[in-house]
């Protein structure tokens, strides 16, 4: 695999990976350019196996950065719907593997902006729907499927943890949590499907300190924005992410 990479492609393979970097440190929407890059180097089927390493190396040093300002409630409110939508995901995967979730996932993520539009537009519409715990459960087992099926989950629990009005720090912790934990469950769901080799290992080892540098990268950008523009951040790569799964536009092509 990583053999047959040209210098361009190494150069796209390089972004992907700080990609993932910069998004594990607390801006999730932007996990959505290493997807784009990733499913137009190997096919949208086989990088999810060769992001999965990727992202797991980002949410351990995340988690090494942030673990002290995780909201445990969260976590016990999503991770158990969210093992369930992986085991969906999966199922998925493997009776209709040439399906394509982009429109799927992106009407997913538009469909939970609207939500904090309108929260934002009208502060009093829908003020509880995020605390309950019935919301937390659905998020979950939505995030649990997308990230199985495309590793395109970034968004929907950002926008989540956007809604139920966390702080920066406990916005970044919770979320390396929840993905460090949801990321293990899949490694051997896509190893049984095939989607994880010695090859895109490799790949992976290579990448490893471009994804560690974007972390280091993302977090000193994020400490310098204003609560209220991360918040405006999240939303609007959200927005973009899902505009670009839904076909909107095209990258790469």
């Given at each position: 695999m990583w053999r047959e990479l040209t210098y361009g492609q190494w150069l796209l393979a390089g972004l992907a990976a700080m990609g993932i970097g910069v998004s594990k440190s607390g801006l999730p929407g932007v996990s959505l350019l290493h997807v784009v890059i990733m499913a137009s180097l190997f096919g949208s089927r086989e990088s999810t196996g060769v992001i999965l390493p990727m992202l797991v190396i980002g949410d351990i040093a995340a988690v090494a950065m942030f673990r002290r300002h995780a909201r445990a409630q969260l976590l016990l409110r999503t991770l158990p719907a969210a093992t369930v939508g992986v085991i969906l995901g999966w199922s998925v995967m493997a009776l209709f593997p040439e399906w394509q979730s982009g429109y799927t996932i992106g009407a997913i993520v538009l469909g939970l902006a609207s939500?904090?539009?309108?929260?934002?537009?009208?502060?009093?519409?829908?003020?509880?729907?995020?605390?309950?715990?019935s919301f937390g459960i659905v998020v979950g087992l939505l995030a649990g499927a997308t990230t199985m099926i495309a590793n395109a989950a970034g968004p929907v629990m950002g926008l989540y943890l956007l809604?139920?009005?966390?702080?920066?720090?406990?916005f970044v912790g919770t979320s390396?949590?929840?993905?460090?934990?949801?990321?293990?469950l899949k490694v051997p769901f896509s190893l049984q499907l095939g989607l994880i080799t010695l090859s895109s290992l490799t790949l992976n080892l290579a990448?490893?300190?471009v994804i560690v540098?974007?972390?280091?990268f993302g977090r000193e950008v994020v400490s310098r924005l204003p609560q209220r523009a991360f918040d405006t951040l999240v939303l609007a790569f959200a927005v973009v992410g899902a505009l670009k799964l839904m076909g909107a536009f095209r990258l790469f092509s």
């Open positions: 939500l904090q539009f309108l929260r934002d537009w009208r502060p009093n519409l829908f003020e509880h729907v995020p605390q309950s715990a809604m139920v009005g966390l702080p920066k720090r406990e390396a949590w929840f993905f460090l934990l949801i990321n293990l990448l490893s300190p540098g974007g972390l280091f």
